[in-house]
């Protein structure tokens, strides 16, 4: 049976199911993927609550659902956007980040532009 330690705490896998790994902490038995069972002690050292590493699991679909990048190259200046929502594009503009919707960023490097040249 491989064994592990994380925090003080061992952590045990069967032979049948090398993936899910088990820890006792208290009274209750949690197991899940390593990964998951090591936060579930980590969160459990920091705050002294049981998180079931389920929970934890499921957290890291969510993360690995995450959208494209988009970006857009927009007067010589790269306008990009991380999230995927509406507002959330930016831009380095003289220096100074800007952030908003793409179309207000457009309208805000044209007005500056438009205003140098004058």
């Given at each position: 049976m491989p064994t592990?330690?994380?925090?003080g705490f061992v952590l045990q896998s069967k032979p049948e199911s090398p993936d899910v790994w088990s820890v006792q902490i208290k009274n209750r038995v949690l197991s899940g993927h390593l990964a998951a069972v090591k936060k579930s002690i980590d969160w459990w050292c920091d705050t002294a609550s049981l998180i079931d590493p389920k929970e934890?699991?499921?957290?890291a679909r969510k993360k690995e659902e995450k959208p494209a990048e988009q970006q857009e190259s927009f007067n010589?200046?790269?306008?990009?956007?991380?999230?995927?929502?509406?507002?959330?594009?930016?831009?380095?503009?003289n220096g100074r980040l800007i952030k908003g919707s793409k179309e207000?960023?457009?309208?805000y490097i044209n007005a500056n532009m438009?205003?140098?040249k004058k």
């Open positions: 592990t330690s994380h925090r934890f699991a499921s957290l010589g200046f790269l306008l990009k956007n991380d999230t995927g929502s509406k507002n959330g594009w930016y831009c380095f503009f207000a960023l457009k309208k438009t205003a140098r």
